[in-house]
Each structure stands twice: as structure tokens, then as C-alpha cells.
């Protein structure tokens, strides 16, 4: 049990959504005292299998509203989006490549990885399905021989593993799409789970954090 409360997001780098949560956490993350927050990677389909679930796209009506949604979304919250050339794409090197960054570097240039690497796919249209794009993406910041020999680890049975150990968990905590946000309040261990970029102003008053809404003061949406 924790003095601080604790937000994980379990994300996908293929999940528009997911690109959405991510940066909107990390821009009221400043705003929020006394929590801690973790990015942890899963595979969205094994997700969705595992919880009988199918993905939206797949529902021709729900793929189309996606779709608008996304683009609203973008103009409403000033975070840029294009709609990847190559969607969905094969995101499982990108994931086992932050489970390794994960595990080795520090939270804040994992944090600014994954952030990389969502805007790679969801911003630069970059087939992040393949190692020498993943890599390039990375290198401004961790280094081009840092990022190939991380490449090469995610190969390794401990990493494949520990994706599908975290894909596993999201389910055992009743996930059923990304993102999902599994919270603990402080000073208890009762985990409640939210689903969806579109719940900060109920995560929020649940945890009694400040919002401000999609549209923050220093958002580009309202400038
Ligand atoms: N309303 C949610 C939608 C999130 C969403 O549709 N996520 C997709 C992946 S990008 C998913 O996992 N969907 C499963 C479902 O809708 O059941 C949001 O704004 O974030």
C-alpha cells in the first residue's frame, strides 16, 4: 500500500487512442502531486482476444465514427494527428523495444521513447513495424548504438516474456482495449480500472486531481 496514489496506462502503439492518453497524461501529469504514473506496454490484440473483445475498426460503422472522432480530437485537444498510411501495423517489435528501454534507462527518457515512437506512427506516418525505423526514430535520444543493441535484446526470451506478462495482467485487471488506466488511490491497494483517453475528468475527480479540460491553458487549441 502506497502514501501515493498510482495510475498505470497499458498502451499499444497501433491504439490512436493510446497516443492520445499518453500525451494527454503527460500533459497534466505536471499539474498532479503525490501520484506516480506508469507507462506499460501491451499487445492490443492479445488484449482484445483475451477479453472476447474485437477491435473497433472491425464494426465498418465504429471504424468510420473512429475515424472522424480521432480527427476532433486532434482539433480539440491541439495534439497533431495524421492518420497512419499502414494501419494497423505490426507493433510488437516497437512494444518489446520499450519493455527493454523500460527496463534499462531512466523513467524520463523511457517516457520520451514511447512518446517517440507513438508520434512516429501517429504523427510522422512511419512504418514502425520495422527495426531501422524504430531505430532512427530513437537514436536523437538514446543514442543510434544504444537503440540497435536494444533491438537486438528484444529478442530475448526474458523481454518476449515480459510483454506478454503485462498483456496478461491488463486482462487479469478486466481490460478489454488500450488505453486502459488501472488506479489505486492513496493509502489503498483496490485497483479500479478506466478505459479510454476520453476519462480524465472522471479519473480526476476521482482521485481529486486538477483538469482543466481537453483544451488546457497552454494547449495549442487555445491559443
Ligand atoms: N472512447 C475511447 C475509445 C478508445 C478505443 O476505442 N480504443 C480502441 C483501441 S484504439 C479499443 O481498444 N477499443 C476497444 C473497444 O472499444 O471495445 C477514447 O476516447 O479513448
Not at 485537444?77 to 518489446?96: C, D, E
Request: with cysteine.
Amino acid at each position: 500500500m502506497s502514501a501515493r496514489s498510482n495510475i498505470v496506462c497499458y498502451y499499444d502503439v497501433v491504439s490512436p487512442y493510446s497516443y492520445y492518453g499518453v500525451k494527454l497524461l503527460n500533459r497534466y501529469k505536471p499539474q498532479w502531486k503525490d501520484v506516480d504514473v506508469e507507462l506499460r506496454p501491451v499487445f492490443l490484440a492479445g488484449v482484445l482476444s483475451g477479453s472476447k473483445n474485437q477491435a473497433p475498426a472491425n464494426v465498418a460503422a465504429k471504424g468510420a465514427y473512429m475515424f472522424k472522432d480521432l480527427g476532433r480530437l486532434s482539433t480539440a485537444s491541439g495534439i497533431p494527428m495524421n492518420f497512419p498510411s499502414n494501419f494497423p501495423t505490426m507493433t510488437v517489435p516497437a512494444l518489446r523495444l520499450l519493455v527493454v528501454i523500460q527496463k534499462t534507462e531512466s523513467v524520463a527518457t523511457y517516457e520520451q521513447c514511447v512518446e517517440k515512437l507513438l508520434e512516429a506512427y501517429w504523427v510522422e506516418d512511419k512504418d514502425v513495424s520495422q527495426q531501422e525505423i524504430l531505430i532512427n526514430a530513437l537514436a536523437p535520444i538514446i543514442g543510434a548504438d544504444k537503440a540497435s543493441k536494444y533491438m537486438q535484446q528484444t529478442s530475448d526470451k526474458e523481454i518476449k516474456q515480459q510483454l506478454i506478462d503485462n498483456t496478461n495482467e491488463a486482462i487479469e485487471a478486466g481490460a478489454f482495449g488500450a488505453p486502459t488506466f488501472v488506479i489505486k488511490k492513496a493509502g489503498s491497494d483496490k485497483p479500479h480500472l478506466f478505459f479510454g483517453s476520453d476519462r480524465f475528468e472522471v479519473i480526476t475527480s476521482f482521485l481529486g486531481l486538477p483538469y482543466e479540460g481537453l483544451a488546457t491553458k497552454t494547449s495549442p487549441a487555445k491559443l
